[in-house]
């Protein structure tokens, strides 16, 4: 069964440093993993997507992961955080080409002034 | 633009009581999905369905039904609630069956079961 594990439930950081969502699958096969991002009172929105190809996927308001296959690790990134980055981030994977996704537990970033 | 709606941002019931989570979609998409969202556990998937009148369920159906009578209502019914289905429910749709098809959610439903 698929599964993903996110690493740290919450995550403080200063406006303007960089910050890592850390983020790791277990699967054997071929996988297709999401991060997501949930602002207070909000539904989900995809931030990126990694299918094929370039291991270094962007995505919007600047952030990026990199898929590692030989870690099993789809870690979030951003070199410089701003207020409005507080927010809930979901890591998802879905193995195989499995029809639903398996989302982690969450991490909540909170951005600090 | 995509527009996924759910019927009430916040909901108190009382233990027993039946309960219906109503949500609506504006994008003629097949796919429609409930998971519910508790602190720590991440989202877990109740039920989803892929056409009208079809439903599959997912990680933790007990407790739950589920409703599709029309394309764009997916309705969550929970029949005699419980204290412990008190958390914040999703709605969520995509286009299609493909798992590269981006998931829509809509701004969720907190329950509270007194």
């Known amino acids: 069964a698929q599964s993903v594990t996110q690493l740290d439930s919450q995550v403080p950081v200063f406006e303007e440093a960089p910050v890592e969502l850390r983020c790791n699958y277990s699967?054997?096969?071929?996988?297709?993993l999401f991060w997501y991002v949930q602002y207070p009172n909000q539904g989900l929105q995809l931030l990126l997507k990694?299918?094929?190809?370039?291991?270094l996927v962007k995505g919007i308001n600047g952030f990026e992961a990199e898929f590692n296959k030989s870690q099993t690790s789809f870690h979030l990134r951003k070199p410089s955080v701003h207020i409005s980055d507080t927010a809930e981030y979901f890591c998802a994977v879905s193995e195989g080409g499995s029809y639903i996704p398996t989302f982690g537990r969450g991490t909540s970033l909170i951005v600090h002034p | 633009d995509v527009k996924v709606t759910q019927s009430s941002r916040y909901l108190v019931k009382r233990t027993g009581e039946k309960v219906f989570l109503e949500c609506v979609q504006d994008m003629d998409h097949e796919n429609m999905f409930w998971y519910r969202q508790d602190p720590g556990l991440g989202l877990r998937l109740i039920y989803f369905?892929?056409?009208?009148?079809?439903?599959e369920k997912g990680d933790i159906p007990e407790g739950y039904s589920v409703s599709r009578e029309k394309k764009e209502r997916f309705s969550l019914i929970l029949e005699s609630a419980s204290t412990n289905q008190t958390s914040m429910y999703l709605c969520?749709?995509?286009?299609?069956?493909?798992?590269?098809?981006?998931?829509?959610f809509g701004p969720g439903t907190r329950l509270t079961v007194l």
């Open positions: 990694y299918l094929s190809g370039s291991t």
């Open positions: 969520a749709t995509r286009k299609g069956v493909s798992i590269t098809d981006t998931q829509y």
């Open positions: 369905s892929y056409d009208v009148k079809m439903k």
């Open positions: 699967s054997s096969v071929s996988v297709y």
